[in-house]
């Protein structure tokens, strides 16, 4: 068995993630597909970028990630597939794939550029069927990663928010705003441990929001809550209610996180 | 062949459902997993509860059922695994199954606490991916359901809302908005029975809305009709039309059917 | 391996889909079943069949492809198969097939009226899990095609909207829109060969929009752009924006397109 994962920009109201799936079977039949999503806001690169690097690694070693957030789809952008110790990565080279490819060991970076692979004939304004979908389909069904086209030696990518260290405090940044509208930011586990503080507090917009806690309910309902979420990167929640509409948080609020004040 | 099925409030716009779809590939790598839906209102343990109830015995013998509405999770509440005669059900102890399990016939109830089956490290938030999954997968690919946990003797049991009876009417609830508008009562064509008249009609609110048909067209355009629904429950529609908007009907809006009276 | 495909509006908010998979792995262990789209607006059965049309000829020969938008389920409208030479296709029949059955040569036409192959008892209110479903899944699993009923002559047809030729234009209309906002017209590659000019424009409400261009990003952000879209259709867009609400596209707004007028 074969695993190629999708993520894209398309929906899932029209046929055109359904259409991939079909071009996937009938080259690779014994492939299985995982959607990923394929609702990253349209054209959104970031966010795509963002979702594949949070959930390319819960795949086991040899899935074929494909990522197709493609505003400059017919245009002059490059196609790309990369390598890694336990992946393959297909997309356009526009940085979509740069966020996963952070925490990966790349092997091999190439160009795609063999038009024997390609659906005919090629759509301008559907790479996502016509050109990244077949080629993930001939990896998976174990076509050479050389047979794509030349070795390139870079490719586009998009800059990840670091997080800032300051004198007892940590600064970061909305990133992501997920469904329940928890905000994930940038600062991860290891970057709060520099503080060397046992309690942690989160601040936004000028005001102390809350403690850094364990777990959602560990604040009474309708309370603010700073979590290390299950990207392992620290998120505001608000237990049975959504941190982005109660908290106005947007992508890239600023946060500082700094020892609980013994007035607390 | 196994299946799995899965049941949540995660959404399809982040990388979730993915994820645990991941999780489940890498351990039982022939597993197929189908959805039965993901656009559970976040948090809405009831809601969850019914639609498994609703969807879990159209799979066949043996499907592995995982619901995960989980609000408290990280917090104390507790992991089950419930085997029926036909089914295995794998979710938090929080009510999520226990629709499903009014209809099954239980054989064994277990506490999920074998650590040796979560993906470590198990976060606080999302233990869909980290426990549920996991164990779905193991259970699938043949695990000995022994060796989850302890036996339990009880569950959480939500409660279900049981049709009233008076002289000549029957009384009952919206429990179920659909994507249609349709309004899903807890009156089952049995207790309906009771009423012993060949017609019959509803009335909700203090008027009276329909007679109950036989199918959506039997009614013009725009008029409200009542059928015996696909789940086999009493359901309030409109043809062509939302009943939820046109005749303002809400979970928990009183249901009332009684004989048709001469006048109509 | 074998394909069934599923077009429906049922939505995925609900168990409806999900259990409509359910039955067919019940009957069709080995069958893949793929989701073309469930988002059809509820009952729009015009919808429905262009999304089918535009999205069946991408699976491998031999898909059996079901499309369910049935505003008329339970009332005498009857259930039909056609052959083609290349598919199966399985729904009602009240036009939702025809645009796809356009491009495609008919082998057979049968009701389905075999009550063997239905799961009992048959709702009023979900073909698409008691009928379509399992039909779907015995011919995927080996039915031979005559065991569905008696053989059709006809089929309902939706009109196709044709394009109409002028002096120096041709003339159509708007028929679908898709995610992006997208306004997809009926005008072919073919119509516009047909004008015999180098560079064309289109012309809608009144107003010159914008010239026949190669791809999306040919024109800069913001501004509108024609394509021929990964249909084989002229596809009006927005670079970067939705042309659905920046020009007020609608379905059915006429679209006129000539030759690039001298002063452009």
Redesign the interface.
Known sequence: ?S?I?L?TD??????????M???I??IA??A?V??????IP??DIQSGAF??A??CR???KG?VHVAVVD?????RRRAIAVKTTNYLFVGPDNGVLSFALRKQRIKNIRLIENQDLF?HPV????HG??IFSPVAAHLSAGLPFSKLGPVLEKYTQLSWPEPRFGKARVEGEVIYL???GNAITNLDAESLRTLDAASLEVHTLGRCLCPIA?????VPAGKPVA????SGLL?LAVN?GSAKKILRLKIGTPITVSPLSPSD
């Not at 995982?34 to 609702?39: E, Q, R």
């Not at 505003?71 to 245009?75: A, T």
């Not at 979590?227 to 299950?230: A, D």
Request: net charge negative; aromatic share 14%.
């Open positions: 068995m695993l994962t993520t398309f929906g899932l109201r029209d046929w055109f993630v359904g259409t799936k079909g071009v079977a009938g039949p014994r299985s995982i959607d990923l999503t394929h609702d349209p054209g979702a594949l949070a959930g819960y795949f086991p899935t505003p400059g789809v017919g245009s659906l759509s301008r304004t559907f069927r016509d997920d469904r329940f364990e777990f959602y309910q560990a979590v290390i979420g299950s998120e049975g």
